[in-house]
């Protein structure tokens, strides 16, 4: 979603032919030919590990980091930094699936003028590199990106093929809510009608208009906006003007809103108890369904739909099922964080997947804190994602959310070894990595617009050291990571290979084992977290330990019920020997001897 500067913890945020646009459904014959194609002998999982890339950011080698640097300064990596040597390294380390952030081209205050591309007024463009929630141009992609700017589409479709001759699905962000202030298609498609091109400016809502407007009003840039220092700016002119991204229907956002942004119309009336007008389908939902199936056809994977629930649910249902007829392997995430929201827009929008972000990450990031108690999680899977638990993307940092090993969170990225393992393990769905997490990126100054606030910036240009660590002048073999790095980033390859390879995790079922040892006198109810996956081919029996400073040893009580569930004798000696961390190895009845460190994982196999 689109962030604002804040040091706040909890924010969050062609060729296309005319027959696929007007019909928007290819045969079931053809797309059964195109996913026979892209995904040969594909079996489905939902046990995704998704690794997100901040691809600006990805392959920039530049050490300077200058706050608000220019490109030529600080410097911006490119498609084809993220070369077959990399990808191999990715799908080595277990990843199944890329998503590419920042790849639609979106507002930016570099001049790319001499290529065609109209500059943007600075006063609308949050840091130098700009927002990639600010889209610009839905059918294009961020020029930044191309070592070629004039063959910028052809570097992209090159990055998808080699991704998917390295083993890899490619995912990239689809902004549903909102676009650049200065939004203008130059790269549409033949006959595709532009966003805004035939609205009625004069009427503030009108189901027919892509933009919701403020008749007769000038639009007002907030006051405070920083311009860098060196630029020009002229006025921006913008009237009437339109309501901001954040649901803002006046003509003077504040600092804190999406000013950026202009709020796109999908039938919706804000202003009148937000009343439906779906019947005719509204303009919008025709030309948001056309920019999917466009990138479909590119070769696409699936989409990250940014602050989905911003967008009504009704939508997804009508748009999703047909970029799905055109490839049925398509895979659709919501950014989501209303959990009563979750089930409807799994089972009316037909979504595949949702963020777990208020309920999983708050929960574990509440006790990577030292605050919280484990009773969180066993809440999160009883009241609000238990029965659609394979419905759910389990992380613990994306661009949204502040680095684990930064002064704003943990501090420490080995914190999250128990949180990372149980948000890998605990159910059937995906879970996601943010690029450099695996290697403890911790963003210690201002890099521009986002300001300090423990994250790595997604609106300036900038070099991740941790990143180039690994990178190794594009080498991708991690030659200049410190040990530890290394062996943090070996931790989290275990982890993926463990998902990637156990039965019981990838389509187990799940059983809690917190009130089967309740009456355990030394068993920590706050801090100590067991519960088991078991499948017809598998059973675990995986124990947490979340206390910074604190060994664990008890017995593990399981009861019969699990026993019977698992089809094994409770009476029966067991063999439990870990497959994940360490090398222990023990025999016990329905009640397990464990001694854990501080922050100790264990992943029993049950023999």
């Known amino acids: 979603m689109t962030q604002n500067a804040s040091n706040s913890s909890t924010l969050s945020r062609r060729g296309f032919t005319a027959g696929i646009i007007s019909t928007a459904v290819l045969s079931n014959t053809f797309a059964e030919a195109a996913d026979n194609l892209l995904n040969p002998a594909v079996s489905r999982t939902d046990k995704l590990v998704i690794y997100q890339i901040f691809t600006r950011l990805f392959g920039n080698q530049k050490t300077t980091n200058k706050p608000w640097g220019t490109r030529n300064e600080n410097g911006v990596g490119k498609f084809n930094d993220i070369t077959d040597k990399a990808l191999q390294e990715l799908k080595t380390f277990g990843i199944s699936h890329v998503w590419y952030t920042g790849v639609i081209e979106h507002a930016l205050i570099t001049d790319y003028s001499s290529s065609g591309i109209p500059k943007d007024n600075p006063q609308i463009v949050k840091g130098r ?12 992609v961020d020029p930044d990106l191309a070592v070629d700017v ?39 498609p033949s006959g595709v009608e532009d966003m805004g091109q035939t609205d009625d400016k004069t009427k503030a809502f009108d189901p027919k208009n892509n933009f919701y407007y403020l ?17 020009s700016s002229g006025p921006y002119i913008e009237l009437p003007a339109k309501a901001t991204g954040n649901d803002v229907f006046k003509a003077k956002p504040n600092l804190d809103d999406w000013y950026e942004t202009i709020k796109l119309n999908y039938g919706v009336d804000y202003q009148n108890n937000r009343q439906t007008h779906f019947n005719p389908i509204p303009s919008t939902w025709f030309k948001m369904r056309d920019i999917l199936l466009f990138w479909a056809q590119k070769g696409v994977d699936g989409f990250r739909c940014d602050m989905a629930e911003m967008v009504p649910v ?9 970029v799905k007829a055109f490839r ?13 929201e979750y089930k409807n827009y799994i089972q009316t929008g037909k979504f595949d997947y949702l963020y777990d972000k208020v309920g999983l990450y708050d929960s574990l990031r509440r006790l990577m804190e030292g605050k919280g108690t484990v009773e969180d999680i066993t809440k999160v899977w009883q009241t609000e994602s238990g029965d659609i638990s394979e419905h759910m993307v389990r992380f613990l940092e994306n661009h949204d959310e502040q680095r684990i090993a930064s ?6 990225p080995w914190t999250a070894v128990p949180a990372m393992t149980l948000s890998a393990t605990l159910h059937t769905g995906p879970v996601m990595l943010y690029f450099g997490q695996e290697l403890g990126v911790n963003p210690t100054k201002a890099e521009g617009f986002q300001g300090d606030d423990g994250r790595t910036t997604i609106f300036d240009y900038w070099g991740i050291p941790e990143y180039q660590a690994w990178t190794n002048g594009r080498k991708f ?12 980033r070996q931790f ?3 982890l993926n290979q463990l998902v990637n390879t156990s039965d019981a995790i990838r389509t187990g079922s799940f059983y809690d084992l917190q009130a089967s040892n309740r009456q355990n006198a030394d068993y920590d109810q706050k801090r100590l977290y067991s519960y088991l996956r078991y499948s017809g081919k598998q059973k675990l029996l995986i124990i947490c330990n979340f206390d910074k400073t604190k060994s664990a040893s008890t017995l593990v009580n399981i009861p019969d019920d699990a026993w019977q569930k698992m089809k094994l004798k409770s009476a029966d000696i067991h063999s439990f020997r870990d497959i994940f961390r360490t090398k222990t190895n023990l025999q016990a009845p329905n009640s397990v001897p464990i001694d854990l460190p501080p922050l100790g994982v264990l992943v029993l196999e049950i023999v």
Not at 328 to 340: D, K, R, T, W
């Open 215 to 231: 008749p007769k009003e000038l639009f007002h840039v907030p006051d405070g906006v920083h311009v860098p220092e060196g630029l």
């Open 129 to 140: 590199a700009g927002s990639p929630y600010a889209i610009k141009d839905y059918y294009d």
């Open 407 to 412: 002064s704003f969170f943990a501090g420490d």
């Open 477 to 488: 073999d991690g030659g200049k990571l410190t040990a530890n790095q290394k062996k943090l």
């Open 150 to 188: 004039r063959n910028r589409m052809q570097e992209f479709e090159a990055l998808i093929k080699r991704s998917h001759a390295n083993g890899l699905k490619v995912i990239i962000d689809f902004v549903p809510n909102h676009l650049a202030r200065q939004y203008h298609s130059d790269a549409k």
């Open 492 to 494: 989290y390859q275990q």
């Open 328 to 340: 049925s392997s398509l895979v659709f995430i919501a950014e989501i964080y209303n959990p009563s």
């Open 314 to 322: 009704e939508f997804w249902g009508w748009a999703i099922p047909q």
